[in-house]
DNA sequence: GTCTATATTCTGATAGAC
DNA sequence: GTCTATCAGAATATAGAC
């Protein structure tokens, strides 16, 4: 039992637990033993709270689902902010999230392939996106450069991947940089404000 | 036992199922039974080729790390080669490779996580790139640029988040773009012009 | 609500016949 | 080499005392 457990209630350590194992974990990884244990409380009393590892592991999805999509639903459907401006928020809001929670996409991309039927995910992130204030911004964005528009999924990928696969596959970027933890975390803060230099001029070359 | 089996060992039977399903699902959520099925022979014959899950597990992360890296390998290296002609073959190879395997990169990536004692790849990876050919070549071009010249490691996050994301995070971009299995591939096809030209317009805003 | 003890199921691995 | 049957241990889940 950890400091943090202090002044929670027994849910509530449970869930803190659960949230920490499966998404450093993932699911096929995760033994209720080891969260009941981090919980500080008995495997008994998680069963008595959430009746299965599934039910459990099903919170945590969601949870996880929405705090990935929190970013990016409030910035994009936004009228009133330039195209610049939600590159910026986007992957500054993201650069942030993923400094705090460097396993998110991983647990996510990763689950959501093994356990589709769980992928309540894939209408709201389309909803959210499809025929927002964003797309439309980069299709006129996409036509003001030079010739042929691209695929806006391009756009998508390429800011996405930039974004997100630092995090992903930090441990072998640690090692081919030579660098540590905070020279990292350093190079993700110089991203918060190049990646969208880095967006616009390649939609300049579209 | 599917066609492909007909005319293997066994011991190539059980190799290949092996390969197909811990790269699918990863370690933990793999069953040698599942192998063995899959394979179209007894479980108990697993063990007799090869004595354990790990040993069996072993083999084909090594196998998918060495494939994963003979992409760079040959390039990175070449001294005859300019960088533009580097970063189209990177591209090129990488989603041609990706494209008959996506799997692979979701599997080595958390594997790599899970199991760090494993990672005979860091040193590999370091090797091959650190004072390689291409890390030159980049650091030129990252001078040539406006002004401030970036760390070259935001180059190797652009190129390979470009590159491999699209694979990792397929699912939700089908579901994104409202496109099928083969329109992605035509948009990876596009990828492998497109990367290297936009990989040239972010060096220039350096 | 919380614990200990136990039931139940699953899974990796082996024994032994052929 | 290959199979069936089985074991041993692990992991999820529950029973029942407090």
Redesign the pocket.
């Known amino acids: 039992m950890t400091a943090k457990n202090i002044d929670k209630?027994?849910?509530e350590k449970i869930i803190t637990a659960a949230r920490k194992v499966f998404t450093e974990k993932g699911y096929a990884a995760?033994?209720?033993?080891?969260i009941?244990e981090v919980a500080?409380?008995?495997?008994?009393?998680?069963?008595?709270?959430?009746?299965?590892?599934?039910?459990?592991f099903d919170l945590i999805m969601m949870e996880n689902l929405h705090q990935f999509m929190a970013v990016v639903k409030e910035i994009v459907n936004d009228q009133n902010t330039s195209l610049d401006k939600k590159l910026e928020s986007i992957a500054a809001n993201y650069i942030d999230l993923l400094t705090e929670q460097p396993n998110l996409p991983l647990f996510i991309l990763t689950e959501m392939r093994h356990h589709p039927q769980k992928l309540v995910m894939n209408m709201d992130v389309k909803k959210t996106l499809q025929g927002s204030a964003l797309m439309k911004q980069l299709a006129i964005a996409a036509k003001e450069g030079k010739g042929v528009a691209q695929h806006p999924l391009h756009l998508i990928m390429n800011l996405m991947g930039m974004i997100i696969f630092p995090f992903i596959a930090s441990p072998i970027l640690l090692a081919i940089g030579d660098i540590n933890d905070n020279e990292f975390k350093q190079l993700m803060l110089e991203r918060k404000k190049l990646i969208p230099i880095w967006i616009k001029a390649i939609l300049k070359t579209s």
Chains 1, 2 share one sequence.
């Open positions: 209630s027994t849910e995760t033994r209720t033993r080891d009941a500080g409380i008995n495997l008994a009393l998680l069963n008595y709270y959430f009746r299965s590892k599934e039910k459990l």
